[in-house]
């Protein structure tokens, strides 16, 4: 068994290599059992965006190369009669190891919320009220077209047992957004509260006048 903090030395440096996690996302990805190119990676790692990753075709040939490296995939050439031969990749017996020791072993990383809507928020002080919430509300709209997307996933993968913990996901995602819309239209509702907090001394005055 691989220990996934334990990687595999080179006798260069002796020391060991640590692979991202956009490496063992990739080797997930080959886990289903199937062969894919490198398009067609591409492709099932859109379904990741919402959560974690959304890759350029060179990052995904980059992670191929470094796990094919390491003896984690293969590949073999295909011959297409009117498109150019295509390269298709299928991960190893050593590859699945090393997938399932971090699936099973890997520590519970914290998530950091790196949120510019709410950077702005938290700054709203030094902003126009105004334009904070058509912020919020234009936030609140984008996030509704991600939910959206999320149920088209849910509602094609739903009903296939290959893909049962990737709907289970979709379903966690629609979750997830409905809360951050429902927190930004709070946020919404918390400004109209207070619409003359931050007003300058020279809109005050007008309104006085």
């Known amino acids: 068994m691989i220990d996934f903090n334990s990687p595999r030395r080179t006798e260069q440096s002796q020391e060991p290599e640590r692979l991202p996690n956009t490496s063992y996302s990739v080797l997930g990805m080959l886990s289903f059992g199937d062969e894919l190119s490198g398009y067609q990676l591409k492709k099932r790692a859109d379904n990741l ?9 060179s990052q995904i040939y980059a992670e191929l190369r470094r796990l094919e490296k390491l003896g984690y995939v293969t590949h073999r050439e295909v011959r297409q009669t009117r498109r150019p031969d295509k390269r298709v990749y299928r991960i190893t017996a050593a590859g699945q190891d090393a997938f399932e020791t971090w699936m099973n072993h890997a520590p519970v990383e914290p998530v950091s919320l790196k949120h510019s809507v709410v950077l702005r928020l938290f700054f709203g002080h030094a902003g126009d009220p105004d334009r904070l919430s058509q912020v919020l509300q234009d936030y609140a709209e984008q996030v509704s ?4 997307d999320l149920r088209g996933i849910s509602d094609e993968i739903s009903d296939q047992d290959q893909f049962f913990y990737p709907a289970i996901v979709a379903e966690w995602g629609i979750g997830y957004y409905e809360a951050e819309r429902n927190a930004a239209l709070t946020a919404i509702r918390r400004l109209d509260e207070r619409p003359d907090l931050f007003r300058s001394d020279e809109e005050a005055q007008s309104d006085t006048a």
Do not use: D, G
């Open 145 to 148: 077209e991600v939910i959206e």
């Open 49 to 57: 965006r919402f959560f974690y990753w959304s890759p350029a075709h």
